[in-house]
């Protein structure tokens, strides 16, 4: 599609921000006003209009798309989004590890265990470790106390969470992207170390290290979003 505007700007109505487009508000792929609650995250999404070129490109959208899972998706449905988010933590990666001893177990543990205790702290949480492949359910009480701390999360965190939770597949590292307790950056490569593990031993191609970064990018723009979404 051919670029059809030439400014983007933000504007204020009923205590909401909205990108415009010359003047004129930008709406959801649904149709709905794209109402954004900070100014900063409406500014954000007004760069990603401002940095398109003569065309169009649908993939510098990042935190457009965010924005329109989240009014379209979220909103009308928060509990459908929370059961779709809740596996992750029932399958958390940073609960199963290798088996004790194996040389991949000492660095799991010295990289995951620090994630999971620390957000065991903050949220009232108890995870099983479990060594091997074999699944082994959580404990309910875990369970009940994740599905709560994410009905009182807004339909932008709830947005973020699933990329956050879904490129790392764990719903800890998502949610200590949200608590902003450790750098996105660092969380990126606690969720990578697996991968990393295996491409240090066996080597990657470019291509797999292309989608690598392209995951990367997308898991590091979740965390600016909810971030920028908070104020």
């Known amino acids: ?4 505007y030439e400014q983007a700007t933000v504007g204020e109505r009923d205590g909401t ?3 415009l487009l010359d003047g004129r508000a930008v ?3 649904g149709g709905r006003s794209q109402a954004m609650p900070t100014r900063a995250l409406a500014e954000a999404l007004a760069a990603e209009w401002a940095a398109q070129g003569p065309q169009i490109a649908a ?3 990042i935190l457009r798309d965010m924005a329109d899972y989240a009014l379209d998706v979220v909103a009308p449905d928060p509990a459908q989004a929370i059961r779709e988010l809740l596996p992750y933590g029932e399958t958390d990666t940073l609960c199963y590890r290798a088996d004790a001893g194996d040389a991949l177990r000492r660095e799991q543990d010295l990289a995951w265990e620090p994630l999971l205790a620390g957000a065991e702290a903050r949220h009232g949480l108890a995870f099983a470790r479990i060594g091997g492949v074999i699944h082994r359910p959580q404990p309910p009480e875990t369970l009940a106390r994740l599905e709560s701390l994410l009905a009182g999360m ?3 965190a709830l947005a973020a969470l699933r990329n956050l939770a879904g490129l790392a597949a764990s719903l800890v590292i998502g949610l200590t992207a949200l608590d902003g307790a ?3 950056d660092e969380l990126w490569t606690a969720a990578s170390l697996e991968e990393d593990w295996q491409a240090e031993r066996w080597g990657q ?3 797999a290290e292309a989608r690598r970064e392209g995951r990367r ?5 979740a965390a600016r979003f909810a971030n920028l979404a908070r104020g």
């Open 182 to 184: 450790v750098p996105p």
């Open 1 to 4: 599609m051919k670029r059809f």
């Open 217 to 221: 990018q997308v898991f590091l723009a």
């Open 17 to 19: 921000w909205h990108v």
């Open 205 to 207: 191609d470019e291509e």
């Open 27 to 29: 709406k959801t792929v």
């Open 154 to 156: 807004d339909a932008f």
């Open 59 to 61: 993939s510098g959208f």
